[in-house]
């Protein structure tokens, strides 16, 4: 089946040290997505890859980068982990140019940092 | 700007009975709208979306949503709750025109007592 996959499932790393999760899809979406997800709060959109633009959400903090090497992969980079970033982190994906497509999410990695 | 407001962050119900969750959007132009639902340490799922096809929406499990734009509201049923519905459901907002840009609600956790 189609899907969206992230690993690892669940990520422990330690205050400041950075700390990388990957997302791969088999959808052949052009868009990507990262979004992160606090205890009982929305998804918050981190930034997102039409193509290989990327675009990044005005309140990301620059903590936060991200790399789209191939039209399947991207990474969500945490070059320096702090204790507000522990979260669920998830990857999402689209369809260009259909309005109405749904996103296609993955089942998320929960960084804990200590 | 599009948002959408989820009324009551926890819904309890008894198995099998009816399943209401609300949602009210705001939009400066005809959205398209969705519901996503997520099981504990699970990535979002669609349940269904609202395509300006039609008003009464039927999704996955039994879900359905009621587009009211007298309203602006876009509330969820299901007329009989399984102890399986449990989980949180988010109500989404997309703006039309090019791929999905999404807002989402803060989300209802819905309990099921047996």
């Known amino acids: 089946d189609a899907m969206v996959i992230q690993n690892p499932r669940y990520q422990v790393t330690q205050f400041g040290k950075p700390v990388t999760l990957s997302c791969s899809q088999t959808?052949?979406?052009?868009?990507m997505y990262w979004y992160q997800q606090k205890s009982s709060q929305a998804p918050k959109l981190l930034f997102h890859?039409?193509?290989?633009?990327?675009?990044n959400e005005a309140d990301t903090p620059d903590n936060f980068q991200s790399r789209r090497p191939n039209t399947s992969f991207c990474f969500l980079d945490i070059r320096s982990p702090g204790l507000g970033d522990a979260a669920m982190y998830l990857c999402?994906?689209?369809?260009?140019?259909?309005?109405?497509?749904?996103?296609?999410f993955g089942n998320g990695t929960r960084l804990t940092v200590t | 700007a599009q948002s959408v407001t989820q009324l009551g962050s926890h819904v309890s119900v008894s198995e099998g009975a009816l399943v209401l969750l609300r949602c009210n959007y705001s939009?400066?132009?005809?959205?398209?709208l969705f519901w996503y639902v997520q099981y504990p340490n699970q990535g979002l799922q669609l349940l269904l979306k609202?395509?300006?096809?039609?008003?009464l929406v039927k999704g996955i499990n039994g879900f359905e949503a009621e587009f009211k734009k007298s309203e602006t509201s876009f509330h969820l049923t299901k007329p009989s709750a399984h102890m399986s519905d449990a989980a949180e459901y988010f109500c989404?907002?997309?703006?039309?025109?090019?791929?999905?840009?999404?807002?989402f609600g803060t989300g209802t956790k819905l309990q099921v007592i047996p």
């Open positions: 959808l052949n979406h052009n868009v």
């Open positions: 989404a907002v997309s703006r039309p025109g090019g791929y999905q840009k999404v807002t």
């Open positions: 609202y395509t300006s096809a039609a008003t």
């Open positions: 890859y039409y193509d290989k633009d990327f675009n």
């Open positions: 939009s400066s132009v005809p959205p398209y």
């Open positions: 999402a994906t689209s369809r260009q140019g259909s309005d109405n497509s749904p996103l296609h």
